[in-house]
């Protein structure tokens, strides 16, 4: 009998999608063959996905969940096309892991998929999800989810685009009143459209604020006329565009997008509804963010698929 080592049962469940234990039972049903495992799984109705591992799921969509007003999670599931983003079973499963990830206490994706599925305890998250590739026919992906608690205050949620962005933002308050959370959900639009960074320029650090003064430097000495000009000048010039970055970057700085005078920051804004609130923190996720998606040619694969 062939020794079955952690690597292998990792390549099968990578290979198939199916779970650990069932990779593990199948590698020794097989003596620890690779392709009589797959072929195990196959015949047992758990890897009915393995030959869409190698494909791309960049679209999908993005979902929160809600406590009332003091918890949220939101998560990010991905599908390979846009339809199939817009199949309502599809939709539902999102809305199920999002409840389940609102319901977790696990502190990265992997624990988050060994997790019993809520609607069947005798289920892994992972294996409902291969269960749900099977069904729809595409390869799927639970990427990433994020759980937010309110300690001081609360949390809002804000969907863009049908499920393309997906914000929580939480909230420091000694009073959450509807005008609070009205300006709060008004927050949320922002970071969902003007993609922040950090809630304030304190949590940048200084090593970063470095290595952009570096960049900018070799930008100015790098040009024929900027380079000629008195070093303080220079200094200035870079922190003049550091100081723009930042207002860029840091979502307090930002000018708040429904601002009357076009020049009222964030900060401002949420001074004049409510002096003590403050954004603890925001979490947003975009649909297939970082993703490299694949370059389809139709007319190349029309023709790999008839044999031409």
């Known amino acids: 009998m062939a020794a079955i080592t952690a690597s292998m049962v990792k390549e099968l469940r990578e290979l198939t999608g199916a779970g650990m234990m069932d990779c593990k039972k199948a590698l020794t049903e097989t003596d620890g063959n690779m392709d009589e495992a797959v072929e195990f799984l196959r015949k047992n109705g758990q890897a009915k996905a393995e030959k869409k591992a190698s494909r791309i799921a960049a679209e999908g969509l993005c979902t929160v969940a809600m406590d009332g007003d003091k918890a949220a999670a939101v998560v990010e599931v991905n599908s390979e096309t846009d339809f199939v983003a817009k199949n309502e079973e599809f939709r539902n499963f999102v809305a199920a892991v999002a409840d389940q990830a609102l319901a977790s206490d696990s502190a990265d994706i992997d624990a988050f998929l060994a997790e019993s599925w809520k609607l069947d305890a005798s289920k892994t998250v992972n294996e409902a999800l291969v269960e749900k590739i099977a069904v729809i026919g595409e390869k799927l992906s639970i990427r990433r989810f994020k759980k937010v608690v309110a300690e001081k205050g609360c949390v809002v949620s804000y969907i863009h685009g049908g499920g393309r962005i997906g914000v929580i933002v939480e909230a420091e308050a000694a009073n959450v009143t509807d005008e609070v959370k009205e300006a709060l959900s008004n927050v949320a639009m922002q970071v969902a459209a003007l993609n922040p960074q950090y809630v304030c320029q304190s949590e940048i650090g200084a090593d970063y604020i470095e290595h952009e003064k570096e960049i900018l430097k ?78 389809e040619n139709f007319a190349e694969e029309v023709a790999k698929q008839m044999g031409m």
Request: with cysteine.
């Open 218 to 295: 070799a930008q100015i000495m790098n040009d024929p006329k900027e380079s000629q000009k008195p070093e303080k000048v220079i200094d200035g010039m870079i922190m003049g565009r550091i100081n723009k970055q930042m207002k860029e970057i840091c979502l307090l700085d930002q000018v708040y997008v429904k601002a009357e005078d076009g020049k009222q920051t964030v900060a401002a804004y949420l001074a004049s509804v409510d002096k003590d609130l403050k954004i603890a923190q925001f979490v947003r996720f975009e649909t297939g963010e970082g993703i490299e998606k694949k370059e």
